[in-house]
């Protein structure tokens, strides 16, 4: 049955950003066709272009004890300058920004009618299968699907006069910034290009070959010098398979490499039931009136295709800034894995809409850096633990510095990881993984701070990417970020050692002792820097993309801000931040809103939820219904993720042992239904539907336990809930009061 939120569209093909998107997790294809030739570019991902030899983070421990002390003075661009000249003294390689290994694509498949016809072609992507269709306007229709179990991308060519012209796989239509050598083979059943990479540095990706299957029905194929000629063919099927030759086991081949069927229907049909399951694990309808210029009904429908851009950019490893795609080789801050937002935003929803075992890939990202992320702590601070880069890619070393954007200085990085480990527990309460895998993370991503805090606190500190009011760089003291995970990660690490029967938690309450405490501001808004030490001034500046400061609310709030005073104050950074949002001069990082929506959210702020989501929805989608970094322009997934995790955070707010139903639900949202969602302490809402002022709710749990159900009037119900039967509950709102109701069946 076609998905309800189907993409249809005419809009014209400039570039590889105007694709339509299909993707199976380790591989995928951007679908962008003219009227003169249809067109993928097929991508891996683990296609990353080894530009330039990894170097080791530069030993900054040895002069610690002078960035201190300048930043004790407030002498802020003074210690980050000093930090990239000693940088670039240590290896020449740091004299300009070191930039991670592009995500690239693989190659381009193209087939030209020899008689186009004029006008653009009619695209369609069904999310609920990942199928893209394309008819030209000669008549010539193709479908193009990359499958999860198969790891292939498989095409389909049909035309109603037979297919006459020209299939051609190239690589990208691009110089590329490094050497390359192609060689290809052609011939009536085969297109073959490998492409290696002569003089890389050892342990760099050493090349990879895309192999495309041909089966032709009727008519003549033959080669010629770029491509096959196709004459009169009535049905061409072409089965493309890329493998990418380097470390890490990149050219391991997927699970069911050798036994892929050979035609398009077989594939298609062995995709469709794993990708529909991982999209029918959550479903969503929205009613009511406009608002914020856009409609509840398209909201859900970019629920909807916001997970599918990362269901389908989930392989062995996470979505990068571009998911599992590229059609360049010179990408947007060379793609790969920004921890500083953009990842952490991408798979904000995978726990909250029913997909935790896609979390799995960012687990295994870290866990295979480990020792780089050791190095880094060592080398930069000399602390033990693991310090997590605000980019990498294809290795885990801290390699960004600079005076302006003093990347080194953010320290957050592996504690903020510390609560997707812990979150992956609470949502699905394997005790064999926060054994097995949280606990040894957790554990030194604190034992850094152990090493790292002062008795002034956190020094340096970093609110990514801003810069205080009054300061004159982005070095700082005491970001509220860094407050704020490190407590969290405390906290976390405590509930560990208690729930695994172990006696370390004492060692944590010690360390989430020294940590200092939030701050607000004379103002009454909760400050982003909690508190200089000495005369380095830091006051709030409200006009950036960033929120970091709002991270206390973007998981579980801290109840050390529980305090009524204390949420007020941070109601009013999200609208002072908001407030900004509203300018003309708030363009990019579309994932901040992101963050101020998930805030807004956890703190009832119904309202201000809902006008993040407006701005998300009117201003970072491609006609393609792809999400973008910039307005309208820029591909990039995060809030592909971050949009349905504002949604979801929305309609149902979850901690240890409480849910909390439609905290934020906006006036606007007159009815609706959702099935799916997931709360910590391992909670399932089979369905949660609203009409008129009712609500009707099925729970259930990964295990039995008692929850607590809060209402948004502050009532709460104390349910059993277990995994074998679903718990009803039936709810009347009057205009100020919501009450328990059995009497009437809803809806």
């Known amino acids: 049955m076609p998905h309800a939120h189907c993409v249809r569209t005419r809009h014209p093909v400039t570039s590889w950003e105007d694709a339509l998107v299909t993707g199976g997790g380790r591989v995928g294809a951007l679908v962008h066709s003219t009227a003169a030739r249809v067109a993928l570019t097929l991508c891996h991902e683990r296609l990353f272009l080894p530009v330039s030899e990894v170097l080791p983070a530069p030993e900054t421990a040895r002069i610690l004890p002078e960035l201190r002390d300048l930043l004790r003075r407030g002498r802020s661009r003074d210690a980050a300058e000093r930090i990239a000249r000693f940088a670039a003294d240590e290896h020449p390689g740091y004299a300009r920004t070191r930039w991670i290994d592009p995500l690239v694509g693989a190659a381009v498949l193209t087939f030209a009618p020899l008689r186009p016809g004029a006008g653009p072609p009619l695209r369609a992507c069904d999310p609920g299968t990942g199928l893209v269709s394309e008819t030209l306007p000669d008549g010539t229709a193709h479908r193009a699907v990359a499958s999860r179990p198969d790891d292939v991308v498989a095409v389909e060519l049909v035309s109603p006069s037979g297919l006459d012209g020209t299939l051609r796989l190239t690589p990208l239509e691009e110089t590329p910034p490094i050497p390359v050598a192609v060689d290809t083979d052609i011939a009536p059943g085969r297109l073959r290009m490998r492409v290696t990479f002569p ?66 229907a077989e594939i298609l049909e062995r995709h469709r039931p794993v990708h529909g399951d991982l999209m029918d694990r959550f479903r969503i309808d929205l009613a009511g009136p406009p608002a914020q210029g856009t409609t509840p009904a398209h909201l859900a429908r970019l629920v909807d295709v916001g997970r599918y851009v990362i269901v389908s950019s989930c392989g062995d490893l996470p979505p990068t800034l571009q998911g599992v795609w590229s059609g360049t080789y010179d990408p947007p801050w060379r793609s790969g894995y920004t921890f500083d937002g953009n990842l952490f935003s991408a798979v904000a929803a995978l726990h909250t809409t029913g997909t935790p075992e896609l979390m799995t890939p960012v687990f295994d990202l870290l866990e295979g850096m480990r020792d780089d992320l050791r190095e880094n702590a060592r080398r930069l601070y000399g602390c033990r633990g693991t310090l997590v880069p605000a980019h990498a890619s294809t290795s885990g070393r801290q390699q960004h510095f600079g005076p302006e954007w003093c990347l080194t200085c953010w320290t957050a990085g592996a504690a903020w990881a510390g609560r997707l480990y812990w979150d992956h527990y609470a949502h699905t309460r394997d005790r064999d993984f926060l054994r097995r895998r949280a606990l040894p993370f957790l554990t030194e991503a604190a034992e850094f701070h ?38 969290d990660l405390c906290r976390n690490l405590m509930r560990t050692h208690r729930l695994l029967g172990l006696s370390g938690g004492r060692r944590w309450a010690a360390l989430a002792a020294r940590v200092p405490g ?205 995994p074998r039967q679903a718990i009803s509950l039936r709810f009347h709102r009057f205009p100020h009061t919501w009450s328990r109701s059995a009497s009437k069946k809803f809806p």
Not at 452 to 472: Q, V
């Open 199 to 264: 003089g890389r540095p050892p342990g760099a990706l050493r090349g990879y070959t895309v192999e495309c299957a041909l089966t032709a029905s009727g008519g003549t194929v033959r080669p010629v010098a770029d491509g096959l000629a196709l004459r009169g063919v009535e049905r061409l099927e072409i089965v493309a398979r890329i493998t990418v030759d380097g470390p890490g086991g990149a050219g391991t081949p997927g699970p069911s490499a050798g036994t892929a069927p050979r035609g398009f």
């Open 450 to 487: 152990e090493d790292f805090l002062t008795e002034e606190g956190f020094l340096p500190s970093y609110s990514p990417e801003n810069t205080p009011a009054d300061g004159d760089g982005q070095a700082a003291v005491n970001a509220t970020m860094d407050i704020a995970v490190v407590r």
């Open 518 to 722: 939030y701050r607000i501001t004379p103002q009454g808004v909760l400050a982003e820097w909690a508190g200089p030490a000495g005369p380095l001034a830091q006051t709030e500046r409200h006009g950036h993309r960033h929120a970091s400061h709002l991270y206390p609310f973007w998981y579980e709030p801290d109840p050390a801000l529980a305090p009524l005073r204390a949420r007020e104050a941070a109601r009013r950074a999200v609208r002072a931040r908001l407030d900004w949002w509203r300018g003309e001069d708030s363009d990019e990082m579309a994932f901040g809103l992101v963050q101020l929506g998930l805030a807004a959210a956890r703190l009832g702020m119904a309202s201000e939820a809902h006008t993040a989501l407006g701005m998300l929805a009117t201003r970072y989608w491609r006609p393609t219904l792809t999400p973008t970094h910039n307005r309208g322009e820029l591909f990039n997934v995060d809030i592909g993720g971050g949009l349905p995790a504002v949604v979801a955070a929305m309609l149902l707010g979850s901690t240890e042992g409480r849910i909390d139903l439609l905290p934020a639900l906006p006036d606007t949202w007159t009815e609706g239904r959702v099935e799916g969602l997931r709360g910590r302490g391992g909670v399932l809402v089979d369905s949660l539907e609203w009409e008129r002022g009712r609500a009707h709710v099925r729970l259930r749990s990964v295990e039995p336990r008692t929850v607590l159900v809060a209402l948004p009037d502050g009532t709460r119900i104390r349910v059993e809930c277990d």
